[in-house]
């Protein structure tokens, strides 16, 4: 097999019309008083006491924040499977396929993870997913990130999968879903998450591309909760894709989507009136626009945040400046995750600690962003119930 055009030529899949410069490059968020304006202090303020008498964050002492992060039920819903493919899984992959990679060593491959934004890191995501090539090494991806996932009492996840990353490098449909269900099916066996299946599409191909992935699909139409759309966002708006959303729709998928990443508040209306989605997946840009967050709170439309992946890709320059706090501030049901931790610098667990440092969220703040994981999963309300149940517990 030839060798994987990995990083090092700076070659890419894509034709440099594909790649769109940076033109907007996000603020950390308005200045406080447009907030103030539309949810002012007072009504803060009354979300707090309307928690409870006592708030849990004057019961829970901020050393005991890190066992509280612990021990929470978590629910992943913001997730690439093939970002969680780890540079020892490379390598081991690599070998066993007999792929050559350009780097020599586990440490050679970490170094190259230094991004300047989205695309920096999807030339060298889509390069490294060459590496899986049998139904074996999807099981082994899935299964290596569900005993991660069980390790930080995630109990529930919902992960994106993107077909065409595979299928347009010749490997079938069932490669790719057998391996990925099969370690699905056994981590609810074995270590009690549950879990939905999310397709992606890739919204830098066609929307034809997409539609004829859509049909693909159909054949493994009962292992498929819903569909959503992923890789580069700026150039590519929601809007591309109505006709596949809206075929989508009528064969039974529930729809998500990435916008307000990169791409700016207008993409994230796109997704919510265009293709009727269900959450947003980042949604981060849209503290910029008044009326699309009163849209998200009044809807409680959940944004599925990933606060390392956005330092990562430069979305903020610091955790300190990340917008997770004003949004739940603001109202939003907002959730955090991982999206592709094996190039981000952690999992979910970490996520939570790291955004609980950097903002000095409360214990009130990390229960809502719990709660909120399980109220805007695809569970059932029975199930969202007996979770939320066990967040309650795990307060006192
Ligand atoms: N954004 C868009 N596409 C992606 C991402 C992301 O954060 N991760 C994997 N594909
Ligand atoms: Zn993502």
Redesign the pocket.
Known sequence: MSPVPWIFSGSSRFASSDRETKTHPLLPGPPTSSLTDRFGQTQIEKKIYERGSTPAFARIGSMNLTGLIARIPKAELHL?I??TLEPEMMMQLARRNGIELAYASVEDIRRAYDFTD?QS??DI?YAGAQVLIREQDFYDLTWAYLERAASDNVRHVEI?F?PQTHTDRGISFSTVIDGICGALQDGETRLGITYRLIM?FLRHLSADAAMQTLEDSLSYRDRIHAVGL????LGHPPSKFVQVFDRARSEGYLTVA?AG?EGPPDYIWQALDALKVERI??GVRCLEDPALVQRLVDKQTPLTV?PL?NVK?RVFDTLEDHNLKRLLDAGICATVNS??PAYFGGYIGENFLRVQQALDLNADDILSLARNAFAASFLSGRDKRRYTAEIDQAAH
């Open positions: 690439h093939e970002g989205l890191f999807l995501y994106f993107d992606c992923d890789s580069s966002e990435h990443e997946d980042h990933c992946s890709l999206d592709d």
